[in-house]
């Protein structure tokens, strides 16, 4: 009896080894991500300081996957690195067909980036907006103390246009004056996409090259930051800045 309570409880082991084997095997198994990114590059330079707009496709083999965090690292000819970490993402919801049948309406939604959930071989596209968080950092304590700065002005009922000769408000400025970085010439590209299961991020490189008629379009939002800058704390009657953009294509 007891030689067939043994043969019964291996059996029942024996039942269970197939599902162990899978468990084990999933748990083995890394998610593998294919990064497509698309062959363009919208550049750009604003009070949010120099930014980066593509769109990236991502395809996870193997298993399903979380994108936890993009990041793209540039680096000049020069040698000269900056580092942009995503910050929003767009994705087409549904298309409505037009009437006359003559065109679609895409309907988009815009999003702060936090995570994009991919599912195994399942092709997920995005446009995904970049921004320099070492500017951003610097950024946000100068506009807190402008916005103080102007608080206080209200209180002891001076004119806003006294900001012109405070610290904060010239720091601000400068901040957009040399924080513009952008060069004539080769820049190597590579975008990181982290997974929340690795610790070592999928890597996909590139290149693209700046022109000096890019440089000096965009150079001429600097003082376009001045404008918004000027709108935003002392005369709201002056126009929001129409900015450029330069877009360059990416190689191999």
């Known amino acids: 009896m007891d030689t067939m309570f043994k043969i019964l409880a291996v059996l029942g082991a024996l039942a269970w080894l197939p599902q162990l084997i899978i468990f084990i095997r999933n748990i083995m198994i890394k998610p593998k991500l294919k990064i497509i990114p698309e062959n363009q590059l919208e550049i750009g330079y604003t009070t949010f300081g120099p930014i ?3 769109r990236i496709a991502f395809v996870s083999e193997n298993k399903k996957a979380l994108i936890e965090g993009i990041e793209l690292e540039l680096t000049h000819e020069n040698n000269d690195t900056q580092k942009f ?3 929003w993402f767009e994705e087409t919801l549904y298309v409505i067909d037009l009437p006359d049948n ?3 309406l895409p309907t988009r939604k ?3 980036a936090i995570a994009i959930n991919l599912l195994k071989d399942e092709l997920i596209e995005k446009k995904i907006g970049f921004q320099q968080k070492t500017f951003q950092n610097d950024q946000k304590v100068l506009v807190q103390n402008t916005i103080e ?3 206080n002005l209200g209180k002891a009922q001076k004119p806003l246009g006294d900001l012109n000769a405070s610290k904060n408000y010239n720091d601000l400025k400068d901040i957009y004056q040399n924080g513009f970085n952008w060069k004539i010439g080769e820049y190597i590209i590579k975008y990181k996409v982290y997974i929340n299961s690795l610790k070592s991020p999928f890597i996909k490189e590139v290149s693209f090259k700046m022109t000096s008629l890019d440089v000096s379009s ?3 939002n600097i003082d376009k930051c001045f404008s918004e800058i000027e ?3 002392i ?3 002056i126009p929001y800045p129409t900015w450029n953009w330069a877009v360059v294509s990416l190689k191999e």
Do not use: G, M, P
Request: no cysteine; hydrophobic share 25%; proline share 0%.
């Open 52 to 54: 980066i707009n593509t």
């Open 85 to 87: 970490k995503w910050k």
């Open 102 to 104: 003559s065109a679609s």
């Open 110 to 112: 815009n999003q702060t």
């Open 149 to 151: 700065d102007a608080i």
């Open 218 to 220: 965009l150079k001429n």
């Open 231 to 233: 709108r935003s704390y």
């Open 235 to 237: 005369n709201s009657e």
